[in-house]
């Protein structure tokens, strides 16, 4: 069983459309962390958060510590967001600290 | 500028040859760690260092090594007896510093075995 599950898996939208991704994850975590991975494969950290919202741009992070819940939405989506987007969790406790669990990713794809 | 080098971006190796992997960063990050990507699935911990001269297995180090002689560079390595080598491999560094363990990657490594 996966620590992190996200959906969807794959992601298709109209430019301009709004975008929801979503990331449930079932380990105790000191913070998640949304990931972008362009195809050349590097990959890119777009939000850390522990608690709320943040937001940068078009992306907007919320995470639910309670529900054991984040969503990564993208507001008047644009072809050039199309990537892979990647929810990763960092555990909290002792060999645990620090080191992160990823879920699969989605692959969004934009057209215009 | 401050990042974290992987070379090279392509690699290609013979069956039953061992082949490391270069990760060179230049934050001053005390931590560094080995991911290995296969298609369809989540970033897998190969390795991981918090230290210069310590290093813990992750979750798939079978067939995999790994050395921290400089706080810099973490190399990996290879063997023959990783049974499906062929896969993409990313290196990433953080810093507790601040409470932060931010991870910062590297560009990756594309290694084919035939």
């Known amino acids: 069983k996966n620590e992190v599950e996200q959906s969807p898996q794959n992601l298709t939208a109209q430019e301009g459309e709004f975008i929801t991704i979503n990331c449930s994850y079932s380990?105790?975590?000191?913070?998640l962390h949304w990931l972008q991975q362009h195809p050349g494969g590097g990959i890119v950290s777009l939000f850390m958060l522990s608690s709320g919202k943040k937001k940068h741009g078009r992306l907007i992070a919320t995470i639910n510590i309670q529900e054991k819940h984040s969503s990564l939405h993208i507001t008047a989506s644009h072809p050039r967001d199309s990537a892979v987007y990647i929810c990763?969790?960092?555990?909290?406790?002792?060999?645990?600290?620090?080191?992160?669990?990823f879920g699969r990713g989605t692959q969004l794809t934009v057209w215009p | 500028d401050g990042g974290i080098t992987q070379s090279p971006k392509y690699l290609f190796r013979k069956e039953g040859q061992n082949v490391t992997l270069s990760c060179e960063q230049n934050?001053?990050?005390?931590?560094m760690y080995w991911y290995r990507q296969d298609p369809g699935q989540g970033l897998r911990l190969i390795y991981y260092s918090q230290i210069v001269n310590d290093f813990q297995k992750g979750d798939i180090a079978e067939g995999y090594s790994v050395s921290r002689e400089k706080k810099e560079s973490f190399p990996l390595t290879v063997t023959s007896a990783q049974k499906n080598p062929t896969a993409f491999y990313l290196c990433a560094s953080s810093s507790p510093r601040g409470g932060s363990y931010e991870q910062y990657f590297g560009p990756g490594t594309r290694l084919t075995v035939t």
């Open positions: 380990v105790g975590i000191s913070a």
């Open positions: 934050l001053n990050h005390d931590a």
């Open positions: 990763a969790v960092r555990g909290n406790r002792g060999s645990t600290l620090g080191r992160l669990y």
